[in-house]
């Protein structure tokens, strides 16, 4: 098999995940002489002008982050589809070794108090300084979340992040973006999401580490999204008489059904 090269620099070395719209490779940066990640619109979106922007508003968005718990991003760029001809977009971003916290999940089932309040404070530091920039990230889920060996927790895929203060959010009217188990109320009712959107998925995460489930579960999106709208989650001492009354003040705080009943900034 020919050697792949993007950008006269990056040599393709093989895959590390693949998603609805993207796929990652690992690569090696001949420049300088680091492995990175590059990560690929879908050849089957690539004429589609909506994926197209979306995919360079995510570049746009997170090059201007700087945070040792948000992924980086390095570079952008364009290749031919050797099949199609088009254009293909890419991202370089920074390699990060180690597991999602959906792998992690999966593994240990839940966590301690003590290690779930650990995580969702970085969680929380990287979305204060991405709202800052007036970034909504709108996917805050384990599965977006990555933890190094050395126990870094790193934000990533700010694949259909919104910026604040913009006309269009690059969807239809009404459209749901989101995984359903952490999507906000209004984010389900097709409302604009914010800040306290991710808050409420964040809620949902800490939920979750603390007690090895979502507060919502059920068969399809649509019984998730009535829950998330219309009904209240079990208390997570309930579920595990190690938590102390405050860690379900503070959980369920986050997971207020109306927008101004929230945390208002991860700060807080």
């Known amino acids: 098999m020919d050697e792949i090269i993007l950008g006269e620099r990056y040599v393709l070395e093989g895959p590390i995940g693949r998603?609805?719209?993207?796929?990652?490779?690992?690569?090696?940066?001949?420049?300088?002489?680091?492995?990175?990640?590059?990560?690929?619109?879908?050849?089957?979106?690539?004429?589609?002008?909506?994926?197209?922007k979306r995919f360079a508003r995510e570049a746009r968005a997170v090059a201007g982050l700087s945070h040792p718990n948000i992924v980086a991003v390095y570079d952008t760029g364009e290749y031919p589809d050797e099949t199609t001809s088009a254009m293909i977009p890419y991202i370089v971003m920074e390699l990060v070794v180690g597991e999602t916290l959906r792998e992690r999940l999966n593994k240990v089932g839940k966590f301690s108090p003590t290690n779930?309040?650990?995580?969702?404070?970085?969680?929380?530091?990287?979305?204060?300084?991405?709202?800052?920039?007036?970034?909504?990230?709108?996917?805050?889920?384990?599965?977006?979340?990555?933890?190094?060996?050395?126990?870094?927790?790193?934000?990533?895929?700010?694949?259909?992040?919104?910026?604040?203060?913009?006309?269009?959010?690059?969807?239809?009217?009404?459209?749901v973006l989101g995984t359903p188990q952490y999507l906000s109320p209004e984010q389900v009712r097709g409302e604009t999401a914010d800040l306290r959107s991710d808050l409420y998925a964040a809620g949902c995460l800490l939920y979750e580490l603390a007690t090895g489930n979502p507060p919502f579960v059920g068969g399809s999106a649509v019984s998730l999204a009535y829950q998330h709208v219309e009904e209240a989650p079990a208390l997570p001492s309930s579920l595990d008489q190690r938590l102390p009354a405050g860690f379900d003040a503070i959980t369920m705080k986050a997971l207020a059904k109306l927008r101004q009943d929230r945390y208002q900034n991860a700060a807080e």
Do not use: Q
């Open 116 to 175: 779930a309040l650990e995580i969702i404070d970085a969680v929380l530091e990287a979305l204060g300084a991405a709202h800052g920039r007036g970034i909504v990230h709108r996917d805050i889920k384990p599965a977006n979340i990555m933890l190094t060996p050395d126990g870094l927790v790193k934000v990533m895929d700010f694949g259909i992040a919104r910026i604040e203060d913009t006309k269009s959010d690059l969807t239809t009217t009404g459209a």
């Open 19 to 52: 998603g609805g719209m993207s796929d990652v490779c690992r690569a090696r940066d001949t420049r300088l002489e680091r492995d990175v990640a590059i990560k690929r619109l879908s050849p089957r979106l690539a004429d589609d002008p909506a994926f197209r």
